[in-house]
């Protein structure tokens, strides 16, 4: 008896074994091949003046295929310090973490910008995700300022951070969905400092948010307006979605990880809860397509023929692997979908190689359709949150790997 019992380990073991083996050489081998497509982002490699330009970050493609740089004041200047930090922490690589703090010591000054809601966008891929290579005191001071220019955009009475100052005349203040996303610096402070006002203002940010912004089925405005008079809302719009009434493909993947982080973050149960909401929205009510990718609109009329957001795509992977920790119920559900959109961003449909699109890892991302701006095409955000969700997907699997 004994012996069939160890001869049925065995087996298992190998088989284990074997698994593991695989997940690695098809890991290894993805590795290998965004390594190569990076390797072509000729314009910053070979010809880039970091010292005399101020536009040095990579954001997406210009309708005529030229690469589209930006300056530290852009919402997605952390994006490409975030990547050189993923391909330091997916390769080990040196070279990977020396071009990380190259481009994360540019944005140094980023952290009194206090002009918009973006600081946690901008921090934290850059000197969030360095602090934990290298717990660099500096970059921990960065990122504490960082947080305190953030709050100075709460206002009490309405109980959230504003996200814009631009188009006055049609808010006063606006709140938008994605603004969940900059909450991360602020419980990042809490943690390192101790000091509850960065708990507080964020904690009540999401309630606000979790009670002005989604509709019934849990799909979410983009933009909700509050009187600074009275603390009400006086509208609900979107910005880059399809309609008022639409649900924003982007807009919903922004709630989902937002949720999730926060309940991270705070473990409470609410904000669990409300993840799990999103997520019910996005399996089982959006119109997701057979690939996972969405189009960049949920409600958009003729669906087929509008364009995709793999941005959207990736952020949801992303923020289903980490969800998965949480929701026992859901879990199973949550790691297929977020394996099945990786399988369709890494195939040749989304997948772009041998320096196609300048260097950029993914096609078809839309970043503001009504603006006819940034349609179908390469941006820097998916790439990031794609890394992302590779890293969290092999933590996953190490993990299960020495759980059994
Ligand atoms: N936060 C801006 C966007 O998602 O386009």
Redesign the pocket.
């Known amino acids: 008896m004994k012996r069939i019992t160890f001869l049925i380990f065995f087996v298992f073991l190998f088989q284990a074994c074997g698994f593991y083996q695989n997940k690695k050489v098809s890991q290894d081998k993805l590795i290998n091949t965004i390594t190569e497509q990076l390797s072509y982002f000729p314009e910053i490699k070979d010809t880039l003046n970091l010292k005399t330009s101020s536009r040095v970050f990579p954001r997406t493609l210009t309708p005529s295929g030229k690469l589209q740089l930006v300056g530290k004041r852009d919402?997605t200047s952390g994006f490409y310090p975030g990547v050189l930090w993923s391909m330091y922490n997916l390769t080990g690589e040196l070279k990977w973490k020396e071009q990380a703090e190259l481009y994360t010591s540019i944005l140094e000054s980023e952290q009194f910008n206090a002009s918009n809601h973006d600081l946690g966008f901008k921090m934290m891929p850059s000197f969030g995700e360095g602090y934990k290579v290298t717990k660099n005191e500096k970059y921990k001071d960065v990122l504490i300022q960082s947080a305190k220019t953030l709050i100075t955009r709460f206002d009490e009475k309405i109980g959230c951070i504003k996200s814009w100052d631009h188009n006055k005349d049609k808010w006063d203040f606006p709140v938008i969905i994605?603004n969940l996303m900059n909450l991360e610096l602020l419980f990042w402070a809490w943690k390192e400092t101790g000091d509850s006002v960065f708990y507080n203002i964020a904690n009540t940010h999401a309630k606000t948010t979790m009670k002005h912004h989604f509709r019934n089925d849990y799909s979410s405005y983009h933009v909700v307006g509050y009187d600074m008079e009275t603390g009400g809302v006086v509208s609900k719009n979107t910005h880059?979605g399809y309609a008022d009434d639409s649900s924003w493909a982007?807009g919903q993947a922004w709630a989902l990880y937002g949720f999730t982080m926060i309940y991270r973050e705070t473990k409470d149960p609410i904000y669990l809860t409300q993840a799990e909401n999103v997520a019910n929205y996005i399996l089982n009510i959006a119109k997701l397509p057979e690939d996972y990718v969405p189009y960049w609109d949920f409600d958009v009329k003729n669906i087929e023929a509008e364009p995709r957001d793999a941005s959207a795509a990736a952020v949801i992977a992303s923020a289903f692997f980490e969800l998965s920790g949480y929701s026992e119920e859901n879990s199973k559900t949550y790691i297929s979908t977020a394996n099945h959109i990786l399988t369709s961003l890494s195939s040749e449909k989304y997948f772009n190689t041998k320096g196609a699109n300048k260097g950029f890892l993914l096609k078809h991302s839309t970043?503001s359709k009504p603006k006819d701006s940034e349609i179908d095409v390469p941006l820097i955000y998916a790439d990031y949150y794609y890394l992302e969700a590779l890293l969290r997907r092999s933590k996953l699997n190490n993990q299960t790997i020495t759980k059994n």
């Open positions: 919402w994605d880059q982007r970043g």
